[in-house]
Nanobody
Framework: QVQLVESGGGLVQAGGSLRLSCAVS????????IGWYRQAPGKQREQLAA???????NVAASVKGRFTISRDNAKNTVLLQMNSLKPDDTAVYYC???????????WGQGTQVTVSS
């Protein structure tokens, strides 16, 4: 029932910023945590940040200080603000919703972020 749609990706120069949005629809009451992930070609998928129902957020050490996760409840969106972008940040970025049930695990289709030198 839950659906996620990422947006906000694109091409940006090193040192620039992007804000990604994860639009959430469906049975949002069942969601415990929404996280942001990324996957670059030839690399493992990497968890970047997560925010739970209470608003408690955490960010991976690899991007802490540059990336911030937040939510906009009025618009049913979760945001990932990315600053001081580096070429190594180039990847497809995904959001993921996890609920209390064992089958409550939904991924968005991803949005491409490309950072040029």
């Amino acid at each position: 029932q839950v659906q996620l749609v990422e947006s906000g990706g694109g091409l940006v120069q090193a040192g620039g910023s992007l804000r990604l949005s994860c639009a959430v629809s469906g049975s949002t009451f069942s969601i415990d945590v929404i996280g942001w992930y990324r996957q670059a070609p030839g690399k493992q998928r990497e968890q970047l940040a997560a925010i739970d129902r209470s608003g408690t957020a955490n960010v991976a050490a690899s991007v802490k200080g540059r990336f911030t996760i937040s939510r906009d409840n009025a618009k049913n969106t979760v945001l990932l603000q990315m600053n001081s972008l580096k070429p190594d940040d180039t990847a497809v970025y995904y959001c993921r919703a996890v609920g209390i049930g064992p089958h409550d695990d939904v991924w968005g289709q991803g949005t491409q972020v490309t950072v040029s030198s």
